[in-house]
C-alpha cells in the first residue's frame, strides 16, 4: 500500500455507492467525490443526457480523466461511476494505490432498484436478461476489489460500520 489511504466505493448502479461514501466520508471526516456527480457538473448535463446526445465512448473518456485525476488526491472517499472499474486504468489505479470496497446487492434487490431509477441510461431500457448479463459481466469485475460488502442483509449504518473497521483495522496494521 502506497501512502494515498482512499477508499474507493466500486458497484452496480443501484448498490448504494453515493449514498454510503458520503455517511462513510461523514465518519471519518473527509472529502466525498461522486464522480458521476462531476461528470454532470463539468459537462452541465446529466449522464442520461451525455449518453444520449454525446454517445458512451465520450461518456467513458470523460469518466476516466476526472477519475484519474480525483485518484490522485490523498484521504478521501469516492464512488464510482458503475461501469468506471470496468476501466483497465482506473481498475489499475485504484487497486494500486486505494481501499477499495465492492457493495455487493443481490441481483433481484439491484434490479429493483434500478428498474425504479430514471437516471440510470445503460439499464433504463434493458430487459431483465440484459440487466441480468451486465450485473453477471460486471461481477467478475468488481469481485477484484479489495473487499466485498454484502449489503442486500444490512442497513445502511450497518454497512457503514463495517466499512470503516475494516478501512481503520487496515490502515493500523500497514502502519506497524
Partial sequence: MKSREN????GMMGSGKSSIGRLVSNRLQVDFFDIDNLIEKQ???TISNIFNTKGEIFFREVEEKITL???K???IVISLGGGAFLNKKIRDEVLTNNYSFWLKVRTKDLIKRIKESSKRPIAFKAKNNELLELIKKRSNIYSKAMYKIKCSELTKNEIVNKIIDIYETTKNISKN
Fill in 7 to 10: 477508499i474507493v466505493f466500486l
Fill in 43 to 45: 459537462m452541465n448535463m
Fill in 69 to 71: 485525476k480525483i485518484l
Fill in 73 to 75: 488526491k490523498n484521504n
